[in-house]
């Protein structure tokens, strides 16, 4: 079993979202049990630009008002989602779409430096899908709140006892202080990584961590695996 997880640009690019989807569909038909987490930022903020919205971030994270949260799930349910279900499906691919707030578990995000995020959840779980002979492909919304896609991918994970989490996106992989992508870590070194990197990458490697610490056996960071974590 593998979870996953598509985000940053490589959704907003034809021609790199086909090539992701067309190995995805490779695997599937060759029997991997597999399931897609995605995030969708790039359409969103496209949303937000267009309806005049600023778009705001603390710690890597999207700090969503309730206008902004009504454009979250819109764009990631109703837009992102059939988008990639449509692909996989033209590809022979059984895929089948469904709300992130009908399969994750969250609460809300506590404030980070003080600063309150407003309706953003931090994931505490995830109830199982249906995979046999079926892709679900999961928008990372739960409830009421608008989540992380790499939080939410580790928690699918987790709920599935997923031998392998993959967070395919635009970055190479986790880099070091000469910008060189670190080709693999244990768990251990893990946590140290957490403190030195910004943006993004960290609720990527906090998510990570979690996975690995939980049962996830091999993660990958990169859109070609740049950088592989092991639980041991």
Do not use: Y
């Not at 392998?164 to 190479?172: G, H, I, N, P, W």
Request: hydrophobic share 45%; net charge negative; with cysteine.
């Amino acid at each position: 079993m593998k979870v996953i997880k598509l985000g940053g640009s490589l959704l907003d690019d034809a021609c790199r979202r086909d090539a992701v989807l067309r190995e995805v569909a490779r695997e599937w038909h060759q029997g991997q049990q597999l399931v897609i987490v995605h995030g969708g930022g790039k359409h969103i903020d496209h949303e937000l630009q267009k309806r005049g919205i600023a778009k705001k971030t603390h710690a890597g994270l999207r700090i969503t008002d309730d206008v902004t949260l009504e454009i979250v799930f819109d764009v990631l349910d109703h837009v992102v989602n059939p988008l990639i279900v449509n692909e996989l499906i033209a590809l022979g691919v059984n895929a089948k779409g469904i709300s992130g707030s009908s399969v994750l578990i969250a609460e809300k995000h506590p404030p980070i430096d003080g600063i309150d995020l407003l309706n953003v959840g931090r994931v505490i779980g995830a109830k199982p899908v249906e995979v046999i002979d079926t892709l679900p492909v999961i928008s990372c919304v739960a409830g009421a709140f608008n989540v992380n896609a790499d939080s939410a991918a580790a928690a699918v994970a987790v709920a599935l006892r997923a031998d392998s989490l993959e967070f395919v996106t635009d970055v190479a992989g986790l880099l070091d202080e000469n910008g060189a992508v670190v080709s693999s870590l244990h768990a251990n070194a893990v946590e140290k990584w957490i403190d030195n990197v910004s943006g993004g990458m960290k609720p990527k490697l906090q998510a990570a961590l979690h996975a690995l610490r939980s049962g996830v056996k091999t993660i990958a960071i990169g859109e070609n695996g740049g950088t592989n974590l092991v639980a041991a």
